[in-house]
């Protein structure tokens, strides 16, 4: 330890305030609370008052066995220099200048919430949507809650080659009693069961070769109870020297694609289309502002691997289009934000001009990874932040306690941690009374109100 980290003692701890209690959130705790050369006190603060985010909002619902990280999550937070603060806004409830006031460094953790858009006409007619909608839907996230997800059509496009891309259209493609035992939130559960859904069109502009896929998530597709996957085999036709120098997880899915040619015809109720080298060019309306139809290109891949329109056009019959073209951060008040790259601008880690702000997650970094390359990436910030106490860059905060901020959120209904504790046993508990691992609480409101008549 050096001079300049004794500045922190136990008496004195090195004061963070983590923004985001997602992946790269907690782990940026876990790193704080690893480490042995600085005495250190972590505040997680999130808008909701549920930890885990993405694990919880964003993880497929019938992907459990990814969601047991939640095991290793509450261990950090449980810890006793770990404190969770939910339904804490920033920039609402809590603004950067207090924030820097009453902690020595602050780490903004929030992820990338916002959606890449195609750029085509017909976007926003009435049934294009985000897949992220779609799957904070069904998840059960407070803000999505409410909505009325119209599942009447019997054509649904869904655009991109992601894991996300798979997620939705498997949940389009299971039946109820299939579902029954995830952790799908009980109104999806309900529309999903009397959904009009027959033929899920996954759309991307590249070739097999490009998706993002992986392997896992794809053989799933050949696995379901009422529906069948659909690839042609001239949209899976890859180059020679292309397979050559693919790598194991493409070569992979292009065995389990391939695989999909040879499966025995079945009659099914649903069917999920790969589609391969094609390009939404256009949405099409149905004359009430609804949408009817999609417009594809045909495309080729140009020398550098590019998708190349050849001017052969198709139409495929849907009500529905879910786009999955990938992430964006959002600025957070008073925080430099590169809007290029949709991200809080930031040099590995160290917030751009900001002594004492760092960031981690996807809005360091931009939405690349699974969840656990999160730890990795939180762990580099919090490597910085330390180097900087030993450097005598990163000083105490003026303030010196906390009672100050404690006032501000005085009147504000702060969910704690042991609150959490208390509300997931009682969604396990609704959900056992089912036969179901969780029936969850998804309304604010209830998830307040709930808290207060404890």
């Known amino acids: 330890m050096t001079q300049d980290s004794q500045a922190f003692t136990s008496e ?186 027959k033929d899920i069109y996954i759309l991307g502009r590249r070739g097999p070769a490009q998706a993002k896929f992986t392997t896992k998530e794809l053989r799933e597709f050949g696995e379901l109870d009422a529906a069948s996957p659909v690839v042609r085999a001239d949209e899976l036709a890859v180059a020679p020297e292309e397979e050559v120098a693919a790598d194991n997880v493409t070569k992979k899915n292009l065995e389990v694609l391939r695989s999909f040619l040879e499966l025995p015809e079945r009659e099914t109720p649903r069917r999920v289309h790969f589609r391969f080298l094609v390009s939404p060019t256009e949405i099409l309306d149905d004359g009430a502002g609804n949408v009817n139809a999609i417009r594809v290109e045909k495309n080729q891949l140009d020398e550098a691997g590019r998708p190349v329109g050849t001017g052969q056009f198709e139409e495929l019959p849907v009500g529905m289009v879910l786009r999955s073209v990938g992430y964006l951060g959002t600025p957070l008040e008073g925080v430099p934000f590169d809007e290029r790259s949709g991200t809080i601008a930031n040099v590995e880690g160290r917030v751009t001009g900001c002594p ?60 704690t941690f042991g609150d959490w504790q208390e509300l997931d046993r009682h969604e396990q508990g609704r959900g056992s009374e089912s036969g179901r691992p969780r029936h969850k609480v998804v309304h604010l409101e209830e998830m307040l109100g709930w808290r207060a008549e404890r």
């Not at 330390?386 to 010196?400: F, I, M, Y």
């Open 12 to 197: 004195r701890p090195l004061r963070v305030a983590v923004i985001g209690s997602g992946p790269s959130g907690i782990y940026s705790a876990e790193a704080l609370i690893k480490q042995s050369d600085v005495p250190v006190q972590v505040d997680i603060f999130d808008r909701l008052p549920t930890p885990y985010g993405l694990v919880r909002y964003g993880v497929a619902p019938d992907h459990l066995t990814i969601k047991s990280v939640t095991k290793a999550f509450e261990k950090t937070m449980s810890d006793e220099r770990v404190r969770f603060m939910g339904n804490v806004q920033f920039g609402r409830d809590l603004t950067r200048d207090q924030l820097l006031a009453h902690y020595d460094a602050v780490i903004y953790a929030v992820g990338a919430s916002a959606d890449r858009r195609l750029g085509i006409p017909g976007e926003d007619l009435q049934g294009s949507l985000s897949a992220t909608e779609f799957v904070a839907w069904y998840n059960g996230h407070p803000d999505a809650a409410t909505r009325d997800m119209d599942l009447s059509a019997q054509g649904v496009a869904v655009i991109g080659l992601g894991n996300v891309a798979l997620d939705v259209s498997r949940i389009l493609a299971k039946t109820a009693d299939e579902l029954h035992s995830s952790d799908i939130a009980q109104h999806a559960l309900e529309r999903l069961r009397d959904s009009q859904v």
């Open 356 to 415: 004492s702000e760092y960031t981690a997650g996807w809005i360091k970094r931009g939405p690349s990874g699974v969840i656990g390359t999160n730890r990795k990436c939180a762990a580099d910030t919090v490597g910085l932040l330390l180097e900087d106490v030993r450097s005598g860059t990163l000083k105490p905060s003026a303030e010196q306690n906390l009672s100050a901020l404690e006032a501000v959120l005085a009147d504000r209904p702060v969910y």
